[in-house]
């Protein structure tokens, strides 16, 4: 690393480190100050010992003291820092605690603010966000205790030195310079920590994911039925082992630096010992300098040994605030328009407009100038082998990505002068990957729009659309049983036995009618995406859905993809995708007289279930 460079991160630590302090301040500003009280306090106690301790010996040695004070005063002094460790320590978490629940909520919010999806494929974003996390939370409040700690520590060597001084400024020198010394090493041991701590960061991430893997239920099947347990738990222990060495490597280096300077410094404490055992021969000390002497230089070794750890500390901290803070200034992953203003009603249609988009710079070209529209009131079903970009397209529309050529128009208006979220607002979804929730089933729908969460007629009516309401109400619990086992409390399992609330499990058919009445709930969206989310269901389940579905959205746009074409049938349009281009596009009898590649899909299929149906 070179000087410019070390500098600006220099530069960069401190102001992190400005940014903690001042969240700390902000979230417990009056915590704060009773905590550097004690601080303080904890650092004079130490050294008014020192010399209590001296003026005690040196009156016994002249046979005239007052036993009273003396011991009264030192026993005072004894209960001090019992005392102030435990306010220290309680003051501490409240601190910890606060300073955690601000951050969290910054990160997430932070999160939650980014309009699209780009970021979540981002490695480098997702170890920033797990650093964040995980440790990001605390750090302010680790910060501001470890530097009124170093604060504390400073004074307290401080105090020792003057002392030292005192009894022997050659000695005080020599001291000093060790602790200067050990402070150095300490500092570039931590940079040494802070950069393995960025570089096992990926071999976390990798060894989590597998052992998420062991030790969830959705790869449970296929580790089993295909024997790939040893291979996932051999691929995690290497990234563990890669993970160990890189930390051995800088433990090894610790020892090597705190055994040297530990060395040097034990041969300068003894010299000062010789030499303050040689002055006491001579009569140049009293016992109470010598006792002052050795419990300086134990003070001074003492206090630094702490110093040099909180060092350490605090710049292992700043690197997880340091992520905290990258998350929360990360710019927008898709440029947002400053005017936001309502976003109109859809009144004459989307139009996607020579739309070319590639994931990335390195990937090759996923949509190769699409033009078609879909109009206000009607329905247009998407078509295409697997990877010709049909989800790709729903992704663009519903900007989660930024169209790299050409553009979107909504009644005429770019999609990128329009506020992500008010465009979300007039359109509903159901995706092909959708989301299974932890959550009672009635939760699980009313996500689908929010406002009617607590509107129960509505939710079993999209449900009843769906054709999930008998299952859901011969559940234990009805519509409020949770669709998971994740939140079951061990505890009350074991009090309660039977009388828990138990979670259930769905089937796949069961969870994609459940993503379906999500979508039932957003009928009144200007446009309802529906990307395949009934695969799973029978062919005659799924075409009913769409067309109790396309009666209930009468007069609103839709746009339907299916790999089974006889769901998109009645649709008003139908596209036709291949590699990234249109290749067809016209209803579906025009379509099937024109005889190209639609029409071909469209006989294999119909082929397959006449043949199914005959035999
Ligand atoms: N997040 C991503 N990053 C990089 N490439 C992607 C990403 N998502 C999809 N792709 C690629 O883009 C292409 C189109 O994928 P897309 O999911 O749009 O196809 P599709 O027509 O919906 O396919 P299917 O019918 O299988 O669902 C594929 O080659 C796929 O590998």
Redesign the pocket.
Known sequence: MTAGMRWSSTRRSLRTLGLAIALAWRTAAGRLTVLALVSLLSSIVPVATAWLTKLVIDQIAAGEFDIVWLTTALASLGMVPIVLRGWGRYLQNDLDRQTRLLAKERVYDAVNRLPG??RF?DPVFLDKLRMAGHSGGSAPGHIVRSGLDIFGGALLVGGFLGSLIALSPVMALVIALGAVTTLAGEIALSRRRASTTLKISPMQRRELFYSTLLAGVEAAKEIRLFGIGGFLKDRMLAEVRRADAEQRATDRRELFLQSSLGTVSAVAVGAGLIWSIIGAGNGHMSAGDIAMFIASVAGVQGSLGGLTTQVAFIHQQTLYFQQLSDIEENDPDLPVPARTGTLAPLRHGIVFHDVWFR??LD??W?LRGVTFEIPAGKTVG?V????????????LLCRFYEVERGGIYWDGIDIRDIDPVQLRQRMGAVF?DFMSYDLPAFENIGIGHMPYMGDRPRLEAAAQRAKIHEDLLALPRGYETPLTRLFIDGENLEKNGADQERGVFLSGGQWQRIALARGALQVEKDLLIL??PSSGLDAQAEYEIHKQLSEYRRGRAGLL?S?RLSALRDADSLVV?EE?RIVEEGPHPDLMLAGGIYAGLFRTQAAGYLDGGAR
Do not use: A, F
């Not at 082998?385 to 049909?390: A, E, I, M, T, V």
């Open positions: 999806i780009s494929e994931y990335s990937h090759p996923t998407l295409g082998r697997n990877g010709s970009g049909k989800s790709t397209l729903v992704k092909q990307d395949e993809i790999h995708l990234g």
